[in-house]
Each structure stands twice: as structure tokens, then as C-alpha cells.
């Protein structure tokens, strides 16, 4: 899957991820020292192991996604300190420790993101995903999922919580004002006391039952899931919940409680209790500092996997 959205915006808050020079991951003395004299040890000739050049041949760079990082290897001049052999083996060697690292990158944001949120959704969880470079093109991506099955995407929903601001409508919300009993200006949140599921947010099937009774299913999944005449009298009959939300005026107006204040409400026998209050457009602080995870982690680890990969590939040419 191929990141894509807008271009990161650095008056917005991620200037952090907008990096224009190379990070530095200056590879320490020891392991120089260690993969110099593995080399020589190994191939019984001088070895020229490179020095800065290496040291900044991993650049981190921001992608054409809204919630992308990218790790970029230009090997050019590294390729020119190494041996024949060596030089037609650096790409895949670079290939496979870039891979490695944003996989390892990608299980950072996730901890991160189980860190920061409260009983995450699993959908949640897996929002980071990578995308592996290639020994042609060797530029590795962690990003956030933009796509969700019959649902919101986590880059759409997590973008307020890493850039602050004001929260976008909810799928659901969006149907319930195409059918005009929902304000544009409205957002549903959970009301207090109300049961939650496992996550922290009203079950999914009660936001179904809501928008079947209210007739803006179809709105919302894009199907013919309304209740029925002939099924709201079965469920009626059987004493299941109702839902509604007060209308002060027109055709949709409740004689009785029209006082109660803006929200969708359940009516079982004589209880009537809310699910959801209406309020302005909520807004979040940052909270996900995305990208900083993956990034210390490709630090971290970058080095060591790549010196990994490299004596793999010596044994195999010292041992032909």
C-alpha cells in the first residue's frame, strides 16, 4: 500500500517530521573497528570500510502522505570505498537493513500508540504499516493506515490527536445531518453513564440500531438497512429499545420531552436514558507525536542490521 494524501504542512505542528538535511547516523567507532577488522580477517587484504559518507546515507525525509515517514539510503559514495564484490552487494545488504528497521520502526508506533491511548481499538493498533524498499529504489515508508473497510480510515481519525485541532464528523454523524435530524454544527460524544464497550466508545451495534430506527442507514453503509414498518412493530411488541432524537419543531417533533437537551436518547419502557449528547465541534490537543518512535528506532537499529547483513555477505564471498 502506497502512502498518499497531502503533503505534510509545517505551520501545522509536524515540523519535527519535515527534515530537509540527512540525520545523522553516525555509526560508532567500535562497530567501524569491528566490521574494518572482520574484513581484513576474513579477505586477508586492506579493506576500505566507509567513514562519513556511510555515517549520513540514511535520510529521513517527510512523504507525500499526511502520516508518513520515509527512510532514504544514497549509497553512491559508499559503493566507491568498496570492494568489487562488495559494491554489487551493498544495495541488497542497505535493501534488507532499511526493511528490517522500518518493520521494527513500525512495532515502535504501535507501542507508542498503546502508550498514548486509552484501550485503543485493534484497528488502532495496526494503524502503522511500512513499506519495504527495494534494492532500486532504497527509501522505506512508516506511515498510517488511509484505508478501513466499511469504517473511518486511522489516518483520517488520528490526524487531530498528532496535529491538535478541531475533530472532523464521524461517519455516522455525517448520516444522521444528510437526513436533517442532525445540526451541522452538532457532534455527538458518549453520554455519562451510558454502557461502553471494551474501548471506551458506544457499541457498534447500538450506532446501527440508531440508524436503522432513525432511517439513515442507508446513508451510512450504503445499503437498505432501515427499519421496516413491519419490523418496528415486531421489535416494538418484543419491548426492545428505542432511539430518537428530540425535534423541537416540525414533523419529527416529540410532544413531551422536546425539552430534553440535544441528543440521541433511548426510550425502553417507561426509562428513557441518553447514548449520545450533542455539542460544537470538539477539539483535541496533540497527543501522538507521530513519527518520533519510528524514527529513534531506524537510529537504533540501522547500523547494527546493516553490519548484520554485511558479514552475512562476507562469509558468503570469503567462502566460495
Known amino acids: 500500500m502506497r502512502p498518499s494524501g497531502p503533503a505534510l504542512d509545517r505551520s501545522r505542528g509536524l515540523a519535527k517530521l519535515a527534515v530537509d538535511e540527512p540525520v545523522k547516523l553516525d555509526i560508532p567507532s567500535t562497530t567501524r573497528n569491528q566490521v574494518y577488522t572482520q574484513a581484513h580477517r576474513e579477505t586477508g587484504a586492506p579493506f576500505a570500510f566507509p567513514g562519513s559518507s556511510m555515517a549520513r546515507s540514511v535520510i529521513v525525509r517527510p512523504g507525500n502522505a499526511a502520516l508518513s515517514i520515509s527512510f532514504e539510503a544514497d549509497i553512491s559514495s559508499i559503493k566507491s570505498e568498496m570492494p568489487e564484490w ?112 471494551q474501548h471506551g466508545n458506544v457499541p457498534g451495534s447500538t450506532i446501527v440500531r440508531i440508524l436503522s430506527q432513525l432511517r439513515a442507514m442507508e446513508r451510512f453503509a450504503g445499503s437498505m438497512a432501515n427499519e421496516t414498518a413491519k419490523s418496528k412493530v415486531r421489535n416494538v411488541r418484543a419491548g426492545k429499545a428505542r432511539y430518537f432524537i428530540p425535534q423541537t419543531s416540525g414533523p419529527r417533533a416529540d410532544r413531551g420531552i422536546s425539552r430534553l ?15 449520545f449528547v450533542f455539542v460544537k465541534q470538539p477539539t483535541y490537543r496533540k497527543r501522538y507525536d507521530f513519527g518520533q518512535a519510528a524514527r529513534a528506532k531506524v537510529e537504533r537499529v540501522f547500523w547494527p542490521y546493516w553490519q548484520r547483513h554485511f558479514y552475512a555477505e562476507l562469509k558468503k564471498h570469503t567462502s566460495r
Do not use: C
Open 86 to 197: 562488495a559494491q554489487r552487494r551493498i544495495p541488497s545488504i542497505t535493501r534488507n537493513a532499511l526493511n528490517d528497521s522500518v518493520i521494527d520502526a513500525a512495532h515502535a508506533e504501535t507501542d507508542k500508540i498503546r502508550g498514548v491511548f486509552d484501550r485503543p481499538k485493534p484497528l488502532t493498533e495496526r494503524a502503522p504499516l511500512y513499506r519495504k524498499a527495494t534494492s532500486d529504489s532504497l527509501t522505506a515508508w512508516v506511515f498510517i493506515r488511509d484505508e478501513a473497510s466499511g469504517g473511518t480510515a486511522p489516518s483520517k481519525y488520528l490526524m487531530p490527536q498528532v496535529m491538535g485541532g478541531a475533530r472532523g464528523a464521524k461517519r455516522f454523524e455525517v448520516a444522521l445531518r444528510s437526513i436533517g435530524v442532525m445540526r451541522a454544527d452538532e457532534f455527538a460524544i458518549p453520554a455519562i453513564g451510558f454502557k461502553r464497550d
Open 261 to 275: 437537551p440535544r441528543g440521541i436518547y433511548e426510550r425502553q419502557g417507561n426509562r428513557i436514558r441518553a447514548v
